[in-house]
């Protein structure tokens, strides 16, 4: 059974730094394409940041240069690391796991989701 568990998230000031992690089990870690998305109150899922199954990243646009995504295929982890928040990153943080192709900003192109994990920004 595969399971993503994501961690790391909490309050932060703006201008701050968190860094998210997600553990993945039941799957071959190294042959899946991995994600970050986000959901905000009242607003749409939307992709932060991903990487495919051959290590290439893909951002939004809204958090280039900001954030970074990395993996452990050691340790079958993902990471994300936030720096320079800003009030508009609050929401919850889902990491996500695919094996079809395609862009890797596309939610529905994922088989498997974790709970996810709540960071909220202030001014």
């Known amino acids: 059974q595969v399971q993503l568990v994501e961690s790391g998230g909490g309050s932060a000031q703006a201008g701050g730094s968190l860094r998210l992690s997600c553990a993945a089990s039941?799957?071959?870690?190294?042959?899946?394409?991995m994600g970050w998305f986000r959901q905000a109150p009242g607003k749409e899922r939307e992709g932060v940041a991903a990487?495919?199954?051959?290590?290439?990243?893909r951002y939004a646009d809204s958090v280039k240069g900001r954030f970074t995504i990395s993996q452990s295929n050691a340790k079958n982890t993902l990471y994300l690391k936030m720096n320079s928040l800003k009030p508009e990153d609050t929401g919850r943080y889902y990491c996500?796991?695919?094996?079809?192709?395609?862009?890797?900003?596309?939610?529905?192109?994922?088989?498997?989701w974790g709970q996810g994990t709540q960071v909220t920004v202030s001014s």
């Open positions: 990487c495919d199954s051959a290590g290439a990243t």
């Open positions: 039941g799957l071959t870690y190294s042959t899946y394409g």
């Open positions: 996500a796991a695919k094996q079809r192709s395609g862009n890797c900003l596309d939610g529905p192109l994922y088989n498997y």
